[in-house]
């Protein structure tokens, strides 16, 4: 928590986005209700959420790289999470600045994606994409916060990254829940139909190119 082909009905394990989400509001508001945890107690704590949701993330990229456009900004994601949670593992003893950086990135690069794949839905006719498009954008403001801003005391910082935490898990939740729910709508559409239609989107496509 991604731009998803409507007329695909070959979207797998999309309750692992679930997961991600909900673990990530669960450690968000972890970090909002007790910040004054030390910074090497935070550094265990965001590792393993790391960890956990960046091989989340690459398994569910990997199975789906045939039923999601532009799958490769999952994958991505993913990647940077496991590392960064490899970074924090085995630097326990860091300080707010770097645990802020690592995690101002990760939003900031996910909440870029999911700006790209809300504009991606609204050609797909969901109707809802605005919702997705807000929530991007929220937290796209949130990491430049933690990025521009790394200075403010290490409370301050922890509540944040808290915020930040909860918002990326709003996202991976909605996209999950809308993934589940073009998969329902993706079964109804037939073959045949499923063939015209592609037929005549690379039919506009070769047509635009020439």
Not at 60 to 77: D, M, T
Not at 126 to 137: K, Q, S, Y
Not at 199 to 207: A, G, H, L, S
């Amino acid at each position: 928590m991604r731009s998803i082909t409507i007329i695909k009905n070959t979207i797998k394990y999309w309750y692992l986005s679930l997961l991600i989400g909900i673990i990530l509001i669960g450690v968000g508001f972890w970090a909002i209700f007790f910040p004054n945890q030390s910074i090497q107690v935070i550094a265990i704590v965001f590792s393993f959420t790391f960890l956990l949701t960046g091989i989340f993330e690459i398994i569910f990229s990997i199975v789906n790289k045939n039923g999601i456009n532009n799958w490769g900004w999952g994958l991505a994601l993913g990647i940077i999470q496991l590392i960064i949670g490899i970074i924090l593992c085995i630097n326990l003893e860091v300080s707010a600045f770097l645990i802020s950086f690592c995690v101002g990135f990760i939003i900031l690069f996910q909440s870029l994606s999911t700006i790209i794949i809300a504009i991606n839905l609204k050609k797909y006719l969901v109707f809802d994409w605005g919702g997705l498009l807000t929530i991007g954008i929220i937290g796209f403001l949130f990491s430049l916060i933690l990025l521009i801003y790394p200075h403010f005391t290490n409370i301050i910082i922890v509540i944040f990254m808290g915020l930040s935490l909860v918002i990326s898990g709003f996202i991976s939740i909605y996209m999950a829940l809308k993934i589940k729910n073009i998969k329902s709508k993706a079964k109804k559409i037939s073959s045949d139909l499923i063939s015209r239609y592609e037929d005549i989107e690379k039919e506009i496509e070769n047509i635009l190119r020439g």
